[in-house]
């Protein structure tokens, strides 16, 4: 924990040589202008005044300035500029591709903790003399990529191509899948 709160502090540390921003409303930071967005439809929720305008139209936007989807955020439109709320809004649509990834790296971090359990269970002498260590059997997932790719891209997809017809073999879905 203690060396993943150093490698932050010191990736912050360099963010100004690494990143160009420009100020919107004030703040540099993008988190706060997010969070400004937030609190601030959440504060105009309930506001009578927003109430009277047109429903099929945005609160205070035009209707070619916003996007439809999200669009409780546009009752920040009374203190917030329009590209901040469209900024909250982009963020929003990366949430369900964050849950995805997610589900990734907790399968992907798997691995490393199932290999190094089993492996201390296991004989892994060779020899008399040469032990392997358990916290060295999650190198071998690497390894059985770095052997099993070629022997996918050479041997499995023009077979595959023989029987689709494809160029690439299968498609791309078909190869996630």
């Known amino acids: 924990s203690v060396s993943m709160l150093l490698?932050?502090?010191l990736f912050l540390l360099g963010t100004k040589t690494y990143r160009f921003t420009t100020e919107r409303g004030g703040k540099k930071n993008p988190f706060a202008r997010i969070g400004r967005v937030f609190v601030e439809a959440i504060k105009n929720r309930r506001k009578t005044d927003l109430d009277t305008y047109n429903t099929n139209e945005t609160l205070l936007?035009?209707?070619d300035q916003n996007s439809k989807q999200w669009r409780f955020l546009d009752r920040a439109a009374i203190s917030c500029d329009v590209v901040e709320i469209?900024?909250?809004?982009a963020v929003l649509r990366l949430v369900p591709i964050w849950m995805t990834c997610l589900v990734y790296a907790i399968v992907n971090a798997q691995s490393p903790t199932l290999f190094t359990k089993q492996g201390a269970t296991m004989d892994r002498s060779i020899s008399p003399g040469l032990v392997v260590p358990a916290a060295t059997l999650h190198c071998f997932v690497s390894l059985t990529i770095v052997i099993f790719i070629p022997i996918y891209d050479r041997l499995l997809i023009p077979i595959a191509r023989s029987f689709t017809q494809n160029p690439s073999g299968i498609t791309m879905l078909q190869r996630i899948g």
């Open 7 to 9: 490698a932050l502090f």
């Open 61 to 63: 936007l035009l209707p």
């Open 86 to 89: 469209e900024e909250a809004k």
